[in-house]
Structures are given as structure tokens and as C-alpha cells.
């Protein structure tokens, strides 16, 4: 994890331990071998050369280690232990009332460690037993599980700022407005995408902000700094209570709907089992094949 992650602290988070707790092991176990397996700066870690074929040496093992414990846990007459899952931000938020909150509730022994993430992963280097994106971007090698309903992005902006700048009717009367702009993973800034009539258009909005996170041109939205593209989960219940108006409506298409996706196992936990098996239930996908 370590090797992977290339800093002590963003593997520890991974793993459920102490930085310093990882930190001694490794420590440990390079005083054990007599050999140096990272190099160490404040910014990063590396492997050194011996590191990387230690690494490369007993992956094989690290992973029968796990298909052993794998076994054993299928054994499990009650869900127990952790599942690790990985989603888009935007994709975390939509399920974590419907469906994890609700299944920790039936299953109390079961942990679930979600990490969020704007870029995609394989969550199998990534030590993942889960991912949630859009169907769209699932992995061609993956099982999905379609997920949820209709998606759809908004474009909202709080009452006041309606009144003193006006309301947008096509997409181009963006460039009359201030507009808080979203910065990919990658650092582009996200275009925002239209389309009626078979017509599609991406307007490269301005505006005052820049963020990379949604919740925060949310309240930027609601101190009427601007206009902001979201999620329609995410702030319905601003819709809803009047504290956010939608406009451009029927410019916004309907997006990929969500996925829960995750490799074949020939040995699956009782915990990702029940998981899967309530996931199945809650999406009403009963035509999908059970776990094997």
C-alpha cells in the first residue's frame, strides 16, 4: 500500500492504522532484511531498486495470503469484517442515505470504509471490493449492478442573484453571468454540457470562483456568488424550499445512471455478499446473475 499510495500517511488512512504505526513496520521490516526498501523525502516515498523487486516478489504470495483469508471469511455465517468501496464524490453522496446507511442498519457488525475520489481507479490494484460510478465508465471486465434512478445535472442559482442578474433561456447567456467553475482531477475546468433537440453545445463558463468541490458552490450558490452546475440530488432540497431556483431546464439531459461494479470472486465474504444481495434488492435489478 505504501508502494502504491507513495506517502505513509495516505496509506495509513487505507489501511486503518497509525502513520507512525506504518511507518515502525516498515522500518521493521527493512532492518530485517538489511536492506533499504523506499527512499524517504518529506514530499514522497519511492521504492528504492531492491524495494521494487521485493514488491514484484512477494506480490504472488500477498495475494494467496488474501484469497486464503478470503476463503475462510466465506465461510461466515454473519456479515462481519470491512468492505472497502470507491466512488465519485457525487456518486458516494447519492447512495450513502439509500443504500449504505440502510444496510449498516441490518448488518451493525459490518464496516464500511468509502473513499472518495474524482478520478477513476482500478479498484483492484486499489484493494477496493467495490466501486460506484457511472455505468458509462464501468470497466468492461467488471460486474455492475445498475443502481439508482434518473441523474440528471442543474443549473441553479439563489433567488436574489435571479433577480439582480437575471435569468439565462439558452446556454450562451451564460457569458452574462457569474458562474462558479469546477476543476477536473486532471486540473481542466469542467465545460459545462446542454443539449435539446438533438441540439449539444459545452459552454466554457466564467466567473469569480474556481472550485473542485461541489458542497462548496453549493454555498457559494446560496450566497448568490453565482450560478453553479450540480448534481440534482445534491441540492433538491434547496429547490425544493425556495432557497435555489432552476434554470435552463429543459437544456439539462438525463446522465448515465449509477453502477455499483466489482470483480468476479470465486470466494466471496458473508459481508460482500449480504452487500451485493441488498444492493440487488434496493435497485430492483432481479434479472442480474448472484454472486458467485
Given at each position: 500500500m505504501v508502494a502504491r499510495r507513495g506517502k505513509f500517511r495516505?496509506?495509513?488512512?487505507?489501511?486503518?492504522?497509525?502513520?507512525?504505526?506504518?511507518?515502525?513496520?516498515?522500518g521493521t521490516l527493512e532492518r530485517a532484511l538489511g536492506i533499504r526498501l523506499f527512499n524517504r523525502t518529506t514530499r514522497s516515498v519511492?521504492?528504492?531498486e531492491a524495494g521494487q523487486q521485493f514488491v514484484a516478489q512477494v506480490a504472488p504470495a500477498v495475494r494467496e495470503?488474501?484469497?486464503?483469508m478470503e476463503v475462510a471469511r466465506s465461510q461466515q455465517a454473519t456479515p462481519s469484517g470491512t468492505l472497502r468501496i470507491n466512488a465519485f464524490p457525487t456518486a458516494a453522496r447519492e447512495i450513502f442515505t439509500s443504500l449504505v446507511l440502510p444496510f449498516l442498519r441490518a448488518h451493525p457488525q459490518v464496516h464500511i470504509d468509502i473513499v472518495t475520489e474524482g478520478r477513476l481507479v482500478d479498484i483492484v490494484a486499489g484493494g477496493f471490493d467495490l466501486g460506484v460510478r457511472s455505468s458509462d465508465l464501468v470497466p468492461a471486465d467488471m460486474i455492475a449492478l445498475p443502481f439508482g434512478g434518473v441523474r440528471r445535472n442543474v443549473v441553479v442559482g439563489s433567488p436574489s442573484y435571479l433577480e439582480a442578474h437575471g435569468t439565462p433561456m439558452v446556454p450562451q447567456d451564460l457569458a452574462e453571468h457569474s458562474c462558479l467553475r469546477v476543476r477536473l482531477p486532471d486540473g481542466a475546468i469542467y465545460r459545462w454540457p446542454f443539449e435539446k433537440d438533438g441540439q449539444s453545445v459545452h459552454i466554457d463558463v466564467d466567473g469569480a470562483i474556481t472550485l473542485d468541490e461541489a458542497s462548496l458552490a453549493?454555498?457559494?450558490a446560496l450566497a448568490s456568488v453565482g450560478l453553479t452546475l450540480a448534481m440534482e440530488s445534491d441540492v433538491r432540497n434547496d429547490i425544493e424550499a425556495g432557497r435555489l431556483v432552476r434554470v435552463l431546464e429543459d437544456w439539462t439531459p438525463t446522465l448515465s445512471p449509477l453502477s455499483l461494479y466489482y470483480p468476479s470472486r470465486r470466494n466471496p465474504t458473508a459481508a460482500f455478499k449480504a452487500f451485493v444481495d441488498f444492493a440487488r434488492r434496493q435497485s430492483g435489478a432481479n434479472t442480474l446473475s448472484t454472486v458467485a
Open positions: 495516505t496509506a495509513a488512512l487505507e489501511l486503518g492504522v497509525s502513520t507512525t504505526a506504518l511507518s515502525n513496520a516498515v519511492s521504492l528504492t495470503i488474501h484469497e486464503a453549493r454555498t457559494a
